[in-house]
């Protein structure tokens, strides 16, 4: 790209993201929408026509107010295209730490269920037993009844007919 482009304002897609405050995937974007006027420069990469006032107002961000601060603005313009890097990677540790302690929330939130279910189990199984146990003593208890009819009845009918009615 040669100076005479940037005046004429056909810049690259990453000066005309920063000029429209946008990403480079936006400009590219509205370029295949049609929305934005471009070409290729010889060597087959996309330009964007960009008003120069656009970038003029994009260029003064970064302008030192006087002249003599231009070695420092030469020094610090390194750190505020990192700043967006830097910050990115902030965004994702922050996320990153989110994530930790989201699982860490969702695995004691299991575990809780799963103690809560083994005690409903326990508790359950508990209550089959001593069902279990009442329906047995039920069964015991009848069959002795049982027992105890036979028992009467083969008395009763092993005695002779007389002695049953008169004692």
């Keep these: 790209m040669t100076a005479e482009d940037e005046i004429s304002g056909w810049v690259p897609i990453a000066r005309a993201a920063r000029a429209y405050g946008m990403t480079d995937q936006g ?32 260029a003064q ?29 902030e965004l994702i540790a922050a996320a990153d730490a989110r994530t930790v302690a989201a699982r860490r929330d969702a695995d004691a939130e299991i575990a809780r269920i799963r103690q809560d279910w083994r005690e409903r189990v326990d508790a359950a ?8 146990k009442l329906a047995l003593d039920a069964l015991t208890q009848a069959a002795d009844t049982a027992e105890r009819i036979t028992k009467s009845l083969i008395e009763a009918a092993a005695k002779p007919l007389w002695r049953r009615f008169f004692g």
């Design 27 to 58: 400009v590219r974007n509205r370029i295949r929408r049609g929305t934005l006027e471009h070409r290729r420069d010889n060597h087959g990469r996309l330009e964007v026509l960009v008003k120069p006032e656009r970038l003029d107002h994009q």
């Design 125 to 132: 199984e508990i209550r089959a037993e001593r069902a279990e």
């Design 61 to 89: 961000q970064f302008q030192p107010a006087n002249q003599a601060a231009v070695g420092v603005s030469n020094l610090v313009m390194p750190v505020v295209e990192t700043v967006p890097l830097a910050l990115a990677r």
